[in-house]
């Protein structure tokens, strides 16, 4: 692919380009780059902060920069940007150095047309990719379960056990962490449920007073309290003859967990202040991301109502566990809210999915949703970049660094690849000696390190 490159030169004190080789920028354009050609880092900076570059060639010492530095605040404008740096042939150090930062690689002089061109068309085909590593369609009928989004062994145990739950009129628990989708779980479950043409109506003990939890859930009769100046009809009541879904039940004060245990076992209500009961016919669901174990064993949380509400139990995994659902959760919330915010369909670079995939994700699908959403939101781009993440950037750079083995196993590579696979050549290169050489491509398992007895060949035999 064509691409936008800038080529940085100087001329030195002698007059000459101490980068230059002649014809290098024709050449480029011969294969039909646009090439715009530099003298400062200062200006190649500012034309990126444009976003009109997809490519630099620089070399290692520029007037008012030097290659580690130009690299470093490219990657702040755009860490996808590559950057190729040409090196005189006696600084390994300085080849070296910038590939540990992040260079896509380097050239040393001389320099030979034809392999500064197939470098270039090397990163630019990379880039482009990436660039292409969008999940534009919506998750398909295996990616999904109703309104449940999932391709990973641990959701497709959620989906098998909903699927048997859903039709049995019995009371559920589902466990897991915050964020992890607990009332799109029980909504699931009613759909598919035999009340599913009832009402579906939620509420967060944790979100409610110990006061103020039997009033919200039974109702209360006119004067029962400061305030209660009618009578009022509770939870239960609007939830008749569809699904009660009791959210953050770990929660609830202790002093309340008995009145609530009585409705679930006598099927009965008593109004806050009042004497007459009334029957109840609906499903109850409760969820808790709260250790309802170590609460019953502290004297929190009463056994009984325990194993009542535990009839069924659904444990839904975190993110971490499900890391393979992250791009396909991604490319929905994606689609969710560039029609929800009128934005043209975005995209996610393989630098951005790849440091989703790597994050902790503490707050779950929740945290990741309004993460997309920020990105969709404020992105100016078709293409979600790193930077376009509002995630810190410790984070990030964390997230693509990588071992001392990978870099060193790269460089070698791309060495070996320069001089066509010629290990003298190679070593002179990266300063070792042959034999250092071989040891290292051998522990590095790279291709025709010697020793390497490569595919065994069939013996023929003797007849």
């Not at 940085?8 to 090439?35: D, I, K, R």
């Not at 008012?64 to 940007?81: F, G, S, T, W």
Request: some cysteine; glycine content about 8%.
């Amino acid at each position: 692919m064509a691409g936008r490159i800038l080529l940085l030169e100087f001329t030195g004190e002698a007059g000459t380009a101490a980068a230059s080789v002649p014809g290098t920028e024709s050449a480029l354009q011969s294969v039909g780059h646009q090439v715009t050609r530099l003298t400062t880092g200062k200006e190649a900076l500012s034309l990126a902060r444009k976003r009109e570059v997809d490519l630099v060639v620089a070399e290692s010492r520029l007037p008012d920069l030097d290659a580690a530095d130009l690299l470093e605040r490219v990657h702040q404008i755009d860490p996808e940007i590559p950057v190729i740096i040409l090196t005189e042939s006696g600084d390994i150090d300085t080849a070296i150095e910038c590939i540990k930062r992040g260079a896509y690689d380097y050239l040393a002089r001389p320099l030979n047309l034809g392999s500064v061109i197939a470098t270039v068309n090397s990163a630019l085909d990379r880039r482009n990719r990436e660039d292409t590593a969008v999940q534009r369609k919506p998750a398909d009928s295996r990616d999904s379960f109703g309104m449940l989004i999932g391709r990973s062994e641990a959701m497709k145990t959620v989906f098998n056990r909903i699927a048997k739950i859903a039709p049995q009129n019995t009371t559920v628990l589902i466990l897991g962490e915050s964020g992890t989708g607990k009332e799109v779980v029980a909504k699931e479950i009613h759909q598919r449920s035999p009340v599913a043409a009832g009402p579906f109506i939620a509420v967060n003990c944790g979100g409610v007073s110990g006061e103020l939890i039997e009033s919200e859930l039974y109702g209360h009769e006119r004067g029962a309290f400061t305030g209660a100046a009618q009578a009022h009809d509770g939870l239960f009541h609007a939830a008749q003859g569809g699904t009660l879904f009791l959210d953050e039940i770990g929660a609830m004060p202790l002093a309340q967990q008995a009145s609530l245990l009585r409705a679930l076992e006598k099927k009965e209500i008593r109004r806050v202040g009042g004497t007459r009961t009334f029957q109840v016919d609906l499903r109850v669901i409760a969820a808790t991301n709260n250790d309802l174990d170590q609460a019953m064993e502290a004297g929190l949380f009463r056994q009984d109502l325990f194993y009542r509400l535990s009839r069924m139990i659904i444990h839904l995994p975190s993110l971490r566990e499900r890391v393979d659902d992250i791009p396909v959760l991604s490319s929905h919330f994606i689609r969710r809210y560039c029609k929800e915010h009128a934005r043209p369909l975005r995209k996610l670079s393989y630098e951005a999915l790849d440091i989703l995939c790597n994050r902790t994700w503490r707050g779950n699908v929740r945290e990741l949703e309004n993460v997309i959403e920020q990105a969709v939101f404020f992105s100016r781009r078709e293409l979600i970049k790193p930077t376009d993440l509002p995630i810190p950037r410790s984070e990030t750079v964390r997230a693509q660094l990588k071992t001392l083995d990978e870099v060193m196993r790269e460089h070698i590579a791309s060495v070996l690849a320069h001089t066509a696979g010629n290990k003298r050549k190679a070593a002179a290169i990266l300063g070792i000696a042959r034999p250092t050489l071989y040891h290292r491509m051998k522990r590095l398992g790279l291709e025709g390190a010697p020793g390497d007895p490569g595919p065994r060949r069939r013996k023929k035999s003797r007849r």
